[in-house]
């Protein structure tokens, strides 16, 4: 990976796009520290625990835990394509008609996107504000609220500055997208897990190996060297099976001579990627977050306790619906991503078929109980990596309590490895454009 970025930066276009790239997410970095006037962002302080904070902190690269102006992240963007994709699944006909328009129906698609986001944000905003207000003040010891001086205009401004940097950050994701390497929205979360690695590391050293008795350092080394040691091994399973595919064979009724007449078409075992963990992630949070603000009058109802076990990923009872989410999240997303009936369609376009499979309906079919079983692998190993450090949170205990903040170290496993080679896939893309472009000159 090394070698092929020194090669990149000696092209002068791909060190363009690289840098280009970088001083995008130098931009994102710099603005997750500039905090929202009249708020307090030490009133979050005493909230780490809550799944739903920590939710939005990954979306948003850490700008949560600030509240900065960017505070919402990508958070509503996510929701906004999560709702208009499941709005052409024969929902809206208006969707439907623009999903198989290519190009042109993409971009009217896209512009539907932005419009939701900005309604979403705006709304998120004004109540994750209002809502995080009120828990913080119950929360901690000394009543402290997150707004100064909470009134229904104070909220409405707040949102609005929130609603402006969620439109500013999604339009840098799309830029990176656009102008970049790799995908945008991607790439702004993964910026912000990297960024707050260091500061983790540091609390999990300090927490292992300097606090506590020598007794305890001595069990805590062993934990935290068995840790390495299942990170590693982890990160090369994701990453091996990140890139694992299908090879389905291809044949070509009409081809010019000299031309081969088969090829393979690679369908991934994992298409859905990382999304259906982010999707999970937010449908688990999102009531999560809504009982949080009912506790202060609830909280002794049995109704009340059962639905906090079920909406907390940190509970077995809760790690287990955020498990068979990612998996229903799985199998609908990889039926986006690959679409078999489009995929049936193009085939049949192009002269081509697979062997031993009439072109058509027949096709379309076999492309579907295909991709049902690779979804059926694909959806067991995102529900095992994420399901990993919650297991280990739990089974833990209060023993190395850093760990317990680890809810979604499964998710933000995924996200990096699944960037890192997204970007390796991209610029070893434009490097073989480049060389084509050199020997058709």
């Known amino acids: 990976m090394f070698k092929l970025v020194l090669n990149g930066l000696k092209d002068n276009k791909i060190r363009t796009r690289i840098l280009f790239t970088l001083l995008i997410m130098a931009v994102f970095r710099l603005g997750v520290h500039i905090t ?177 008795t020598a007794s305890q350092h001595a069990i805590n080394a062993v934990l935290l060297v068995l840790l390495v040691i299942a990170v590693i091994a982890v990160v090369t399973i994701v990453t091996w099976f990140q890139q694992a595919e299908r090879k389905i064979p291809i044949q070509y009724t009409k081809r010019p001579t000299g031309a081969p007449t088969s090829s393979y078409l690679p369908l991934k075992v994992n298409a859905a990627g990382v999304i259906p963990v982010i999707f999970a992630s937010s449908f688990i949070a999102t009531p999560n977050a809504i009982l949080q603000f009912m506790s202060a009058s609830h909280k002794s109802d049995g109704w009340f306790q059962v639905l906090s076990q079920v909406f907390n990923y940190n509970t077995w009872p809760g790690a287990l619906l955020y498990t068979v989410l990612i998996v229903a999240f799985t199998f609908f997303y990889a039926f986006v991503q690959v679409n078999p009936e489009k995929m049936a369609e193009n085939l049949q376009k192009q002269g081509s078929y697979i062997p031993g499979v009439r072109p058509g309906k027949d096709t379309e079919n076999w492309v579907s109980a295909l991709l049902m079983r690779l979804s059926t692998v694909g959806s067991i190993f995102l529900g095992v990596v994420a399901l990993l450090p919650i297991a280990a949170s739990i089974f833990i205990g209060e023993s190395v309590s850093s760990i317990k903040g680890l809810g979604l170290g499964g998710t933000s496993l995924l996200i990096i490895v699944g960037v890192a080679i997204e970007f390796t896939k991209q610029l070893h893309g434009l490097l073989l454009k480049k060389q084509y472009i050199g020997f058709t000159d």
């Open 36 to 212: 929202v006037p009249g708020v307090n962002a030490a009133a979050l302080s005493d909230l780490e625990n809550l799944p739903f904070l920590n939710m939005l902190n990954l979306v948003s690269g850490g700008a949560m835990q600030s509240f900065s102006i960017f505070a919402m992240g990508v958070s509503p963007y996510i929701t906004a394509s999560i709702v208009i994709q499941l709005l052409q699944m024969d929902i809206v006909p208006k969707f439907v008609e623009w999903a198989k328009q290519g190009e042109v129906g993409r971009k009217k698609l896209n512009q539907a996107t932005r419009w939701l986001t900005l309604v979403l944000a705006f709304i998120q905003s004004v109540g994750i504000t209002a809502g995080f207000n009120q828990y913080a003040a119950m929360a901690t010891t000394k009543g402290v609220k997150l707004v100064e001086s909470p009134s229904p205009k104070t909220f409405i401004i707040i949102g609005l500055i929130l609603t402006a940097g969620t439109m500013f950050v999604t339009w840098m994701g799309e830029m990176i997208t656009e102008k970049g390497i790799g995908n945008g929205v991607s790439m702004i979360i993964f910026a912000g897990i990297v960024a707050n690695m260091p500061n983790a590391v540091k609390n999990l050293i300090d927490e292992t190996l300097v606090n506590g």
